[in-house]
């Protein structure tokens, strides 16, 4: 099972080359630490980093 961070949202997609949050095809194995959004409308972190879809995001993307 291979996760592979976003590089335009850090939405992390499991066995997939497109992401499923934005489209994007650019992903990557290069990424550290993660946060798990399960409500974003009640997450200040989600808010901040605008993110409105629930799900795994990654900290740090190279
Ligand atoms: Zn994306």
Request: glycine share 6%; charged share 30%; proline share 3%.
């Amino acid at each position: 099972m291979a996760e592979l961070a976003c590089k335009r949202c850090k939405f992390i997609n499991v066995d997939t080359e497109v992401c499923v949050n934005c489209g994007s095809t650019e992903l990557t194995k290069e990424w550290y630490g993660y946060l798990i959004i399960i409500d974003p409308e009640k997450s200040e972190i989600a808010k901040k980093l605008g993110i409105t879809k629930p799900g795994k995001y990654a900290l740090q993307v190279e």
